[in-house]
C-alpha cells in the first residue's frame, strides 16, 4: 500500500515538475519511477520516448561531426598528396604553349614557356662547350661524327647502339630538348588531370640522361608564381644501360636543376642494365612502390627485340608498380605506325585501334592518350613545308642551333617540335 501511494505521489510530482518546465526533475523523478517497476502512465511513456529521441539525435549529431572531421583530415591529407589543378596556371600553360585541343587525341603545341626554356637550354649549352673543350679539336669532331652517326639511326627508325664516348653530348644536342619539351607537356597533362602526387616515387626505364626528371623539374619551376606548391620529393629511379647517359644527366641536374631555388627534393638511384638481362638484376626493384613507370622512345624497330623487351616491361609492371599507379609511355609517331605496317592517317578510329594494340602487347589498358603535334596534323609534311611552317610558327632552339651549325655545319634554325604520342595507361 505504501509503495502504491509513493509510485502516486512520484506521477504527480512529475506532473507538476512538467508543468513547471522543470525537465531535469522530471527526468529524475523519471528514472525514480522506473526503479521502483511501477508501470508507466501513458504521460511518463511519452516522456520517455521524447527523452531517448533526444538522446539519438544528440548521439547522431555526435557521429555525423565526428564523420565530418575525419572526412576533413582524409581530404587534407589528400590534397597534400595530390597537386590540385590551379585553374589559373593551366590557363598560363594552355595560352604560352598555344594549346590547341583538334579533337579528342590530337593537341597542337605551337608555344613555349621561354622564361624556363631559354634559361634551360643556355645553361646546357654553357655545359656542352665546357665538356668540348676538354678534348683536344683534331679528337673531338672524329667523336662527335662517330656518336652522331650511330644516333642518326633514329631518324630512320633504326635502334642506335650508343656505344661512343660522346653520344650522350650529341644527344643533349640533337634530340634532348625536345624530348623535355615533349615530357614537360605529358606532365602537365598528368597535373591537369589532378594524378601527380607531391610526393612520388618514379621508375624511368631506358633512362637516357633523365629527360623524364628534367621535364618534371622544368614543369614545376613554371608554376612558380601562381600557387603555394606543397613540398615535392620526387624518387627518381633510373634504370639505363648506359652509364655515361646516367653519368652526364646528373652532372648536368646537379650543375642546373639543383641551382635553383625550388621546393623540389629529389632522391635519384641509378642501375645500369640492359632490359634484355634485366631478369638478373629484379632484385634492384622495389616492390609495389612506383606511382610512375616511364618508358619514353625505348620501343624496338627489331620484332624480336620488341617482344623480349616487352615481356620485361610485363614482369616490371607486375612486380613494381602500385596498385594506383599508371604507366607513362612517350612514342614516336613514325615508330608506332611502323610497328604494325600501317599508315598515319587523319582517322580517331584507326588512330586508337592502334594504340589499343600497342597497349595489349604490354597487357596494359588505356587512361588516355594525346597525340602531340607541331603542325596540328597526323599526315607528315614534307621536308620544305615542315621548314616553312617552323620558321613561321614554332619557338626557336636559340642557344643550341649555333653549336650545331659550328661542330656539324647544320645550316638551318633549330626548333622546339612534337611528334610523339604521349600515352598514359594501366595495369590490366
Not at 108 to 113: A, H, L, P, Y
Not at 243 to 261: P, T
Request: aromatic letters at 16%; charged letters at 25%; hydrophobic letters at 40%.
Amino acid at each position: 500500500m505504501n509503495n502504491l501511494i509513493i509510485n502516486w505521489w512520484r506521477s504527480q510530482q512529475f506532473k507538476l515538475s512538467l508543468k513547471r518546465g522543470d525537465i531535469r526533475r522530471a527526468t529524475q523523478l523519471l528514472q525514480e519511477i522506473q526503479k521502483s517497476g511501477a508501470r508507466f502512465s501513458w504521460l511518463e511513456k511519452l516522456f520517455r520516448d521524447k527523452l531517448q529521441l533526444e538522446r539519438y539525435s544528440q548521439e547522431y549529431k555526435r557521429q555525423t561531426e565526428t564523420l565530418s572531421k575525419q572526412l576533413t583530415e582524409v581530404s587534407e591529407q589528400k590534397d597534400d598528396l595530390i597537386l590540385i589543378p590551379y585553374e589559373e596556371f593551366v590557363k598560363y600553360i594552355y595560352k604560352i604553349f598555344n594549346l590547341i585541343q583538334h579533337d579528342e587525341y590530337k593537341l597542337q603545341s605551337t608555344g613555349i614557356d621561354e622564361r624556363i626554356f631559354d634559361d634551360f637550354e643556355s645553361k646546357l649549352v654553357e655545359y656542352l662547350k665546357e665538356e668540348f673543350n676538354k678534348i683536344p679539336e683534331n679528337q673531338l669532331f672524329i667523336k662527335l661524327e662517330d656518336a652522331l652517326e650511330d644516333i642518326n639511326n633514329l631518324k630512320i627508325g633504326q635502334d642506335p647502339d650508343y656505344r661512343f664516348s660522346l653520344t650522350p653530348h650529341v644527344y643533349f644536342m640533337k634530340y634532348f630538348l625536345d624530348n623535355v619539351y615533349c615530357i614537360y607537356l605529358a606532365w602537365f597533362l598528368i597535373y591537369q588531370d589532378a594524378l601527380l602526387p607531391s610526393k612520388v616515387n618514379i621508375l624511368d626505364i631506358a633512362a637516357g640522361p633523365g629527360t623524364v626528371a628534367y621535364g618534371l623539374a622544368l614543369f614545376l619551376q613554371s608554376s612558380s608564381g601562381f600557387f603555394h606548391i606543397p613540398q615535392m620529393h620526387i624518387s627518381y629511379y633510373s634504370l639505363e644501360k648506359q652509364d655515361a647517359f646516367q653519368f652526364r644527366g646528373l652532372q648536368f641536374w646537379r650543375r642546373y636543376i639543383e641551382s635553383r631555388l625550388t621546393t623540389v627534393n629529389a632522391y635519384f638511384r641509378f642501375v645500369t642494365t640492359d632490359i634484355f638481362t634485366w631478369k638478373t638484376q629484379s632484385n634492384n626493384l622495389p616492390k609495389d612502390f612506383f606511382d610512375f613507370i616511364v618508358i619514353s622512345h625505348c620501343f624496338f624497330a627489331d620484332p624480336a627485340k620488341r617482344v623480349e623487351a616487352n615481356n620485361a616491361y610485363k614482369q616490371i609492371f607486375a612486380n613494381s608498380l602500385k596498385s594506383s599507379g599508371y604507366i607513362l609511355i612517350i612514342l614516336q609517331d613514325k615508330k608506332l605506325f611502323k610497328i604494325y605496317d600501317v599508315h598515319q592517317l587523319e582517322n580517331q578510329e584507326h588512330e586508337k585501334n592502334v594504340v589499343e594494340k600497342f597497349l595489349a602487347e604490354l597487357g596494359l589498358e588505356l587512361v588516355w592518350y594525346r597525340y602531340l603535334t607541331s603542325t596540328g596534323s597526323r599526315i607528315p609534311l614534307s621536308g620544305i613545308e615542315f621548314g616553312k611552317f617552323a620558321r613561321q610558327k614554332l619557338p626557336k632552339q636559340l642557344y643550341m642551333s649555333p653549336i650545331l651549325q659550328q661542330y656539324f655545319g647544320q645550316k638551318h634554325q633549330l626548333h622546339y617540335t612534337l611528334d610523339d604520342y604521349v600515352i598514359l595507361a594501366k595495369k590490366s
